[in-house]
């Protein structure tokens, strides 16, 4: 069935999210994706103290995600107490490196288990 064509979809069609179907009946609104380019310039305006509604009213970005993209930028120029996204794939990388030695560990002490 096609999705346009349903009308409890269309106010989803009008503010131009795109939607897919999980059960018949029930739309699912899939969140759009923005360029790197309008996320740092948006991000660069909100930390500088552009309000997020004046923001929300030129772009028609939900507020919620400008809040989240504030709070994210916020982090990264250490202004607020939390992991930076650079510092995040950093610490991920670590963390999987870390893994991969305790699984080797444990491996290794199973051999030695085995031989006594």
Do not use: N
Not at 31 to 43: A, D, W
Not at 55 to 78: C, G, N, V, Y
Not at 89 to 94: I, P, Q, S
């Amino acid at each position: 069935m096609d999705p346009t064509r349903s009308p409890h979809c269309a106010p989803l069609l009008r503010t131009g999210r795109r939607i897919c179907r999980r059960r018949p009946g029930r739309p699912v609104t899939v969140p759009k994706s923005y360029s790197q380019s309008l996320h740092r310039q948006l991000s660069a305006w909100l930390c500088s103290g552009e309000p997020v509604a004046e923001i929300t009213s030129e772009t028609d970005i939900s507020p919620a995600t400008l809040f989240r993209w504030k709070a994210q930028a916020l982090m990264d120029a250490r202004v607020r107490d939390r992991v930076s996204s650079t510092d995040a794939d950093e610490l991920a990388g670590r963390i999987a490196r870390l893994e991969a030695a305790l699984v080797l560990t444990h491996a290794a002490c199973a051999l030695f288990d085995e031989g006594t």
